[in-house]
């Protein structure tokens, strides 16, 4: 399948500043990801917080500039990003709090990607947005202020604002996190309705493998800035292949389990990315690891069709 956007060996490493830095520090935040996203298709990317992942997505959004490697559009490299990209690839921010301006009306916060991409931005237009956000009937909706919605009202909003300039992708970063589990899976619903009714291309980033397995045709796993699994979401899920995605399911919510896992937690937390594990990053909270892992980083590995590890276990 084509990806509509890819991702070919991203690396993103940020100097560390201040007054109180003793010497010239780096944080190796990403290191040599390669991912695709095609259209129609939802792709996860999972992982603990400081894996990467919101990283990764900012690269792709182009909001922050790799280190090293490429993003590719539709086939074509992407040195930086012009009006064209930014109304193909549009993101969708984690907090729906924050993410809308609180002196400005529905009717504002839709109509201006409108009026900047050249689409007509009349009431009929911003109606059509909201219904297919389903914050119907729209004129309940359209002449509020943000502070009048509930959560996941704003986040249909912000979804909707994206959704304004026609994009091939939709980049979400964490877009449930910060909602009430009771409205969580509507926003999910809405997600694959997109996927699959309007053909979009979705990188979907959560710490919520669950979440994932239930959104996502594709799961990509990340930890301390590396790609540690990839594959079709079930079979990623049901047959984890890297000890850290083992780790990461059986540490998930489990409405039938009766006794907490601290399995994950208990094995340490993940390394500093200012001096990142030599070889596999993940060796030294893993249970099954080897001297090879200590000092080599192992490339992606097959494991069945379409599903990767990148673990010595494998080789």
Request: charged share 20%.
């Amino acid at each position: 399948m084509t990806a509509v956007l890819e991702a070919q060996n991203l690396t993103k490493n940020f100097p560390v500043r201040g007054r109180f830095a003793l010497r010239r520090s780096t944080v190796h935040a990403v290191q040599d990801v390669s991912i695709g996203l095609a259209a129609g298709t939802v792709t996860a990317v999972v992982g603990e917080s400081g894996s990467g992942k919101s990283t990764l997505a900012r690269m792709l959004a182009q909001l922050i500039r790799p280190t090293g490697g490429d993003v590719l559009l539709n086939g074509n490299p992407v040195s930086r990003a012009n009006r064209a990209y930014r109304r193909e690839v549009q993101l969708v921010l984690q907090d729906p709090f924050s993410s809308l301006n609180p002196v400005h009306t529905i009717r504002y916060h839709l109509a201006r990607p409108l009026r900047i991409h050249g689409f007509p931005a009349d009431t009929a237009a911003i109606s059509e947005l909201l219904d297919r956000v389903a914050l119907s009937p729209a004129e309940r909706f359209i002449d509020k202020y943000p502070h009048e919605l509930s959560g996941g009202q704003r986040q249909r909003v912000a979804i909707a604002r994206a959704l304004a300039v026609r994009p091939e992708v939709l980049i979400a970063d964490e877009p449930v996190s910060m909602l009430d589990v009771s409205i969580r899976l509507g926003i999910l619903n809405l997600l694959a309705d997109l996927r699959d009714n309007d053909g979009l291309a979705i990188l979907y980033v959560t710490h919520d493998i669950a979440s994932a397995r239930y959104l996502a045709d594709t799961i990509v796993v990340m930890y301390a800035g590396q790609l540690v699994e990839s594959g079709p979401a079930p079979q990623v899920t049901d047959s984890p292949a890297h000890p850290y995605t083992q780790l990461l399911l059986r540490a998930a919510p489990d409405p039938e389990r009766t006794e907490p896992v601290t399995e994950l937690a208990g094995r340490g937390a993940p390394p500093s990315l200012i001096r990142p594990p030599s070889g596999c990053r993940f060796h030294p909270r893993c249970p099954s690891a080897m001297d090879i892992c200590r000092t080599t980083t192992p490339e992606p590995l097959p494991i069945d069709d379409a599903h990767t590890a990148s673990c010595w276990l494998y080789q």
